[in-house]
T-cell receptor, first 114, second 115 residues
Framework: DAMVIQNPRYQVTQFGKPVTLSCSQTLNHNVMYWYQQKSSQAPKLLFH???????NEADTPDNFQSRRPNTSFCFLDIRSPGLGDAAMYLC?????????????FGSGTRLTVV | AQTVTQSQPEMSVQEAETVTLSCTYDTSESDYYLFWYKQPPSRQMILVIRQEAYKQQNATENRFSVNFQKAAKSFSLKISDSQLGDAAMYFC????????????FGKGTKLTVNP
């Protein structure tokens, strides 16, 4: 089935040690998003790619970066994770979010910082 | 900027009963879209229902329906004949437009279904 796959499901990293989360899709959607979801908070958009065009949210810390080497893959890099970066990270894709179906989400990667 | 507010952190309902989840939003856009997403524990977020702001008729998907009050900027979700599988976090979201479209979420409502 076409889907959005996030790896790994659970990631433990050390304070200050760079970590990369990955997302792949078989939907051939041209837009890919990264959201940060903390407990009891709304998922917060970090950035998104429209094709190869990178769009950073104004309040996304510089510590967070992203790469999209091709249509199928998108990576979230956290250069120096802090304890406050522990969260669920959601990847989503869309061709046209207004159409029925909207965004397609992955299952998320839960990041723990120790 | 668009904002979405869900004032009910948690709700519970008896199986087979009806429950309504509340959502209000704020936008300066004249054309926008509203969504309810469901996130079961440890599973991916999936779309439950969507509403186009220009449509007066409330959207319905099987047991799920919305009450869209445009003037009041209210967008509630009604779940009829609740089932155990409906237990999840429910997120209300609005779609911004202009340039890159992106979803803005509320904080979510945790729904418990009691047998």
């Amino acid at each position: 089935d076409a889907m959005v796959i996030q790896n790994p499901r659970y990631q433990v990293t050390q304070f200050g040690k760079p970590v990369t989360l990955s997302c792949s899709q078989t939907l051939n959607h041209n837009v890919m998003y990264w959201y940060q979801q903390k407990s009891s908070q709304a998922p917060k958009l970090l950035f998104h790619y429209y094709d190869k065009d990178f769009n950073n949210e104004a309040d996304t810390p510089d510590n967070f970066q992203s790469r999209r080497p091709n249509t199928s893959f998108c990576f979230l890099d956290i250069r120096s994770p802090g304890l406050g970066d522990a969260a669920m990270y959601l990847c989503a894709t869309s061709r046209d979010p207004r159409r029925v179906g909207g965004y397609t989400f992955g299952s998320g990667t839960r990041l723990t910082v120790v | 900027a668009q904002t979405v507010t869900q004032s009910q952190p948690e709700m519970s309902v008896q199986e087979a009963e009806t429950v309504t989840l509340s959502c209000t939003y704020d936008t300066s856009e004249s054309d926008y879209y509203l969504f309810w997403y469901k996130q079961p524990p440890s599973r991916q977020m999936i779309l439950v229902i969507r509403q186009e702001a220009y449509k007066q008729q409330n959207a319905t998907e099987n047991r799920f329906s919305v009450n869209f009050q445009k003037a009041a900027k209210s967008f509630s979700l009604k779940i009829s004949d609740s089932q155990l599988g409906d237990a999840a976090m429910y997120f209300c979201a609005s779609l911004t437009q202009g340039g890159s479209e992106k979803l803005v979420f509320g904080k979510g409502t945790k729904l418990t279904v009691n047998p």
